[in-house]
């Protein structure tokens, strides 16, 4: 059963990171709320006619609201310097998506909005939220190449990692993310390492550099496979990047219902060796909180205790090969309380808070990481026979 609310923040008087240095660097803009992608049977945005109560649409601003006020309020606020979000330009778009699709999206917004894909719509507001939410995270990405901070989170919506060069997918518009890698490599930076986390393939961030050996990208989900046109990539481990980039894209699909020790081996196993191997100059953290054990829309069963650990993990790496650089980006993350829950103890984490500042107030569900860890080690065989640089 879950524990009371009055035990759901645990005692922790004077809490403090290990480094009192650490602040997290959080970039955000209001004006992100205005994306209203409507009601309907869950992301459909269809009234089927027989039910008196539709939902809200899964990526609604209810969410992110509880994301900035938990970082606002919640027992990490003091560690949190705010930054006001900007809108991006439509040259900046380009080193990323082509000129035709930005084309296309500025037509769709000029005409009302219409529906981009499946349970993709671009409403009135929706344009100007997807260029704040672009705008921010390259402003978040810019703090540190300027050398202002080490550690930022650029805290937007709508989300990005499904947006490739040419189209729209899964509630995502632009690539926020691949963005500012791109800003990260025409500064001058080697090579930038992007970890993903939502329980989602993170295809569009793969499809934009599929062909570079300069960005590595780690991708951790559930098996949910292609799921249409707009998004043609399986998310399997075969998918390795072409030319240059071959063995630069990792693929680590889960399978469903793995949890916080499966998550933990995955991370051990996979991804810390390929990092260390890629001696990335800048790290990305690509967060969703749907990869939860209550989130509507995976089937994976992270707890807060999971993404405090990954956010460890990650911090770690950061500290040893970018001299600590390390953006997080926002995507997924549908249950509307937990995933801020999530978000606060990933950035627990990512701070290198000694003790937990927040107890969970949910996860009570037995996990058998048994199934994950066989397809684990099978994914490292496979890695090291098929991909040079990790042979
Ligand atoms: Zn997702």
Not at 135 to 152: E, F, N, V
Not at 299 to 310: A, F, H, W
Request: a negative charge.
């Amino acid at each position: 059963m879950a524990i009371s609310s009055s035990e759901a923040v645990l005692p922790n008087p004077d809490p403090k990171p290990i480094s009192e240095n650490d602040i997290l660097h959080v970039f955000w803009h209001e004006g992100m709320l205005k994306h209203d992608k409507g009601r309907g049977v869950f992301d459909t945005g269809m009234d089927p006619g027989f039910l008196d109560v539709l939902e809200n649409h899964p990526e609604n601003s209810d969410r992110v609201k509880n994301m900035v006020s938990i970082l606002k309020r919640g027992p990490i606020a003091p560690f949190v310097s705010w930054h006001q979000g900007r809108p991006a330009l439509i040259s900046e778009l380009l080193s990323f998506h082509t000129q035709e699709y930005i084309n296309e999206l500025v037509e769709a917004d000029k005409h009302q909005g219409k529906i981009i894909c499946s349970g993709t719509f671009l409403n009135p507001g929706s344009w100007d939220a997807a260029l704040l939410a672009a705008g921010t995270t390259l402003s978040a990405m810019k703090h540190i190449l300027d050398g202002h901070a080490k550690i930022t989170y650029a805290l937007v919506r709508p989300p990005g990692h499904h947006a490739q060069p040419t189209r729209a997918d899964g509630y995502c518009f632009l690539n926020n993310a691949g963005l500012a890698v791109q800003l990260a490599l025409s500064s001058g930076l080697k090579n930038v390492a992007v970890i993903d986390i939502d329980v989602h393939y993170g295809n569009g961030t793969a499809e934009g550099f599929y062909r570079s050996d300069r960005v590595l990208t780690i991708s951790l989900h559930m098996n949910h496979g292609s799921w249409g046109p707009s998004h043609p990539q399986n998310g399997t481990v075969d998918e390795l990047g072409e030319e240059k980039g071959f063995g630069y894209n990792l693929n680590i699909p889960l399978p469903n219902g793995s949890g916080d020790r499966g998550y933990m081996h995955a991370m051990n196993e996979l991804v810390v060796p390929a990092v260390e191997k890629f001696e990335p100059a800048m790290m990305v953290l690509v967060v969703g909180q749907d990869s939860s054990a209550f989130d509507p829309n995976g089937r994976q069963c992270l707890t807060m205790e999971g993404y405090r650990k990954i956010g460890q993990i990650v911090r770690e790496m950061a500290d040893k090969h970018c001299d600590g650089r390390l953006l997080i980006v926002q995507e997924g993350g549908y249950h509307v309380t937990y995933s801020a829950y999530c978000l606060h103890a990933t950035l627990e984490g990512v701070l290198n808070f000694p003790a937990p500042l927040l107890s969970d107030p949910l996860a009570y569900y037995p996990e058998d990481e048994t199934f994950t860890t066989v397809v684990v080690e099978s994914m490292k065989k496979y890695h090291r026979e098929f991909v040079p640089f990790l042979k």
